[in-house]
T-cell receptor
């Protein structure tokens, strides 16, 4: 079975540019989560969706960040404009039902110069 | 207050020995779930084991077991017969009540030596 698929694996861009991270959840999973991992702050939940609807976006750091889930098999996390402090590993995860564990993608390592 | 506390930043264990990674949690909700994830140096997050607050028995998955002590609010991960491939960061996480959010601890770096 295919796991959670994230793209790109690595992204290096200059500050001020728009960055779009992509995620394809496991087929049949109703929940999708976006996380950010840094050395300073650890693993933080940014936003999560249930049945394509955003449920909790309280972790989104500021208006420069936005996330969408136009259908059950695709989600994007966009940063515009990007800043060096956005450099981190961004993970997407999905799960089936409420009590099931989240399964993570391989992450996108983002570097903003 | 920290919801999930992992007090061991680093642990060493010899191959084939057992090791316990500590995790304590803080919640007033009677319904919660506890998870352990492994993050090797390659960076992916791998789900290992789950324990529900109402589960009567400690969870086990192969060489992984969870030492769940509800009164102490601890959910320690026990890895038996350590292998070199077990070297990684290990994260404890909690889901409270009806929320689907996971709160992660700061992790423990385990190094297995020959």
């Amino acid at each position: 079975d295919a796991g959670v698929i994230q793209s790109p694996r690595h992204e290096v861009t200059e500050m001020g540019q728009e960055v779009t991270l992509r995620c394809k959840p496991i087929s049949g999973h109703d929940y999708l989560f976006w996380y950010r991992q840094t050395m300073m702050r650890g693993l933080e939940l940014l936003i999560y969706f249930n049945n394509n609807v955003p449920i909790d976006d309280s972790g989104m750091p500021e208006d420069r960040f936005s996330a969408k889930m136009p259908n059950a098999s695709f989600s994007t996390l966009k940063i515009q404009p990007s800043e060096p402090r956005d450099s981190a590993v961004y993970f997407c995860a999905s799960k089936g039902s409420s009590n099931q564990p989240q399964h993570f993608g391989d992450g996108t390592r983002l570097s903003i110069l | 207050a920290q919801k999930i506390t992992q007090t061991q930043p680093g642990m060493f264990v010899q191959e084939k020995e057992a090791v316990t990674l500590d995790c304590t949690y803080d919640t007033s909700d009677p319904s919660y779930g506890l998870f352990w994830y492994k993050q090797p140096s390659s960076g992916e997050m791998i789900f290992l084991i789950y324990q529900g607050s109402y589960d009567q028995q400690n969870a086990t998955e192969g060489r992984y077991s969870l030492n769940f002590q509800k009164a102490r609010k601890s959910a320690n991960l026990v890895i038996s017969a350590s292998q070199l491939g077990d070297s990684a960061m290990y994260f404890c996480a909690m889901r409270e009540g009806s929320t689907d959010k996971l709160i992660f601890g700061t992790g423990t770096r385990l190094q297995v030596f020959p």
